[in-house]
Every structure is written in C-alpha cells, then in structure tokens.
C-alpha cells in the first residue's frame, strides 16, 4: 500500500477583493500548501474571462517560486496554440531554475475556442498549432540550435541557449477528457487527469494503464494518474453545503460567462449552476472531515487515481474560510489515520 498523494489546482477567479489583495491571499494560502506537504500547486491558463485573474502562468509561478520551498508547481495547462514556441521555452527553463527544480508544465490546446478567437487564434487551426508548438518547445528544451520547419513557425539554425534544471526537461501534464486521448500520454509517460465523472475517469485510467502495458511500459514507476474536485471542508456537514450553496454561484458564473456572451457550451465540463447538484454529481466534495475523507477514499478508488487535486478556493470564499478548509483537509484527509491509502506507485 502507497500513501495517496495530494495537490491543489487553482483558477483563482474573480474574488470580492482587490486584485492586488486576492493575489496576496492566494500567495499565503500556497505557502500554506508548502508547508502541509501538498505534492503540486497546479494552476489553469484562461484569457478574457473572470474565471480566471492569473491569465499569466509564468508571472504568477515566478511569484509562489519565491514564497515557497517544497511544493512542485505549475501550469495545468499552458494552452500552447497561445504561444510562441521559443518564448515558452524560455519562461519554462526560467522558472524551473527559480524554483530550484519543482517546476512541471502542462499542455493543451484549449478548451475555449472564445478565448483563442479573443487572441486571433483559429480555433480550427488550434490543434495544428498546439501540436507543432509541443514539438517545437521540446526540441528548445534539449538542443541549442532549432531546425524546424512546420505550418505555423519556422526556424533555422536557430540558437537556444538556456536550459532547464530538470533534465531532459520538467515532467509533463495533460488532462484527458475521454479515454480514447488517454493513448498518447501513456506511450509518453506523462503525467495526466482524468476529465468528467467518476465512472469516465475510471475508463480514462484503465486505458492508460492498458496503453502503458500495450507498450511495454508498465514497470517501474506509474506516471501519476490524477482526479480533480472541488472542496470545501467545514467543521460540520452543513455548515460545509451551507458555504457552498453560498460561494457556489459566483464561481458559476465566471464559470460561463464568456460561454453564454456566445451562445454555446463548454464541450466536456458542464457544472450546474446549483452546488447541490454540484455534489450530487461528484464534482465537488463538501461536509466534515469525516464525510470527506470517506468521500475522497471512495472517489480515487473508483476512479483508479494514484493522485487526488482538491480545488479549495472558488467562488466568494473568504480567505479565512478556505484556510479553515484546508487545514481540516490535511489533518483530517492527508495526514489522519494514517492518510488515504490505496495501491500504486506515485511518481516523485
């Protein structure tokens, strides 16, 4: 038996304070992170929305680099058809190197086709671009002269000098809405999230174990297999739903603004606008320590994960509240009783 491992993702959306306040708060809930033993701060990359007030991966790390010590970091994702390969390359061997080695980045190529349009990106060009991004940026962080020639950029004997502490490069994420995407990444060793309710998440995790072992390459460490919700821990189980139902709509709607402004809806990640439906569905874990630690135990086994990343802030939480949250979850989840346990052999 292997003792879960436990991150933290962040959209740090629209709070009530001023930004410079939120941005403050945020800094000294990850250094509470750093502190409790929360393997990975992970962070999401969104543009012209609420959702999210970090729209800068790279100069919010550079930030929680330097406020922490422990603690892995990093973007989930960097939506790549946003960038340029090379300038990309370059923020990640910075931040690697101001983080002493703890940085992780992960790729995508965008789940909103709103933002990438808002930044004069063809959506229907995005998967192109984000593959030829990807390989442009792991060539950048192993050589010192690109040749490359594709459909969006092009480089010829370009030189590249600065590289990354972590060789050959810092560990990849992806996050895996369907079980046919899972393939790739287990080919890859990277490390993933499963996308959508529990029993989707479960067929996401047995085909990347099933893909691993197709390829030969189901010994040694298993690359972490990761299941993200929302949580919200309370001293008891209605105090938690009561702040939940409160903080709830807020963060909804930030949620779909940009969606409704068009007129559509996301393709994979549909939340209710309601928190009860919200917990009901499985998406968020919200009661007494107990209850949520029974809860976690039965979420990552039935989805076959070897890690779990809570979202504690959301919505109009306060700053004390989402601490409060979080000191219970690591005394009362990761660290009482022993923490949660269940085979595997989580990476690092």
Not at 75 to 91: G, K, T
Not at 240 to 266: C, I, V
Request: charged share 20%; glycine share 8%; net charge neutral.
């Amino acid at each position: 038996m292997q003792l879960m491992q436990f991150g933290v993702f962040d959209q740090n959306d629209l709070g009530t304070l001023p930004l410079a306040d939120q941005y403050e708060n945020r800094l000294r809930l990850i250094e509470f992170y750093d502190r409790s033993g929360f393997r990975t701060y992970h962070m999401s990359e969104h543009h012209s929305t609420p959702l999210s007030m970090t729209p800068s991966p790279s100069v919010f790390l550079a930030a929680v680099a330097q406020r922490t010590q422990r603690i892995r970091l990093g973007p989930l994702v960097y939506v790549l058809p946003m960038h340029h390969p090379l300038r990309l390359a370059e923020e990640i061997c910075m931040l690697d190197h101001l983080s002493r080695g703890r940085f992780e980045w992960g790729v995508g190529r965008g789940a909103s086709p709103h933002e990438l349009e808002d930044f004069g990106v063809d959506s229907e060009k995005a998967p192109a671009r984000y593959v030829e991004t990807y390989n442009v940026v792991k060539q950048a962080l192993t050589q010192t002269q690109l040749n490359f020639q594709g459909g969006f950029h092009h480089f010829k004997n370009a030189p590249f000098e600065i590289k990354p502490l972590q060789r050959p490069y810092p560990p990849i994420w992806y996050v895996v809405p369907l079980a046919d995407g899972a393939a790739w990444p287990a080919r890859e060793g990277i490390n993933i999230v499963c996308g959508g309710p529990v029993a989707n998440a479960r067929e996401i995790s047995d085909r990347f174990r099933a893909e691993r072992a197709r390829a030969g390459c189901s010994e040694g460490v298993e690359p972490l297999i990761g299941l993200n919700r929302f949580v919200l821990v309370a001293d008891t189980d209605a105090e938690a739903m009561d702040l939940g139902r409160r903080a709830w709509p807020r963060f909804q709607a930030s949620f779909m603004k940009l969606w409704k402004k068009h007129g559509t809806q996301p393709r994979f990640t549909r939340l209710p606008e309601d928190f009860d439906a919200v917990v009901d569905a499985g998406f968020a874990l919200a009661g007494a320590p107990a209850t949520v630690r029974e809860q976690v135990g039965v979420l990552i086994e039935a989805a076959g994960a070897n890690y779990f990343i809570a979202q504690f802030s959301f919505g109009d939480l306060a700053h004390e509240q989402v601490l409060h949250s979080a000191e219970l979850f690591v005394e009362h989840v990761m660290t009482g009783s022993g923490g949660t346990l269940r085979p595997g052999n989580p990476k690092r």
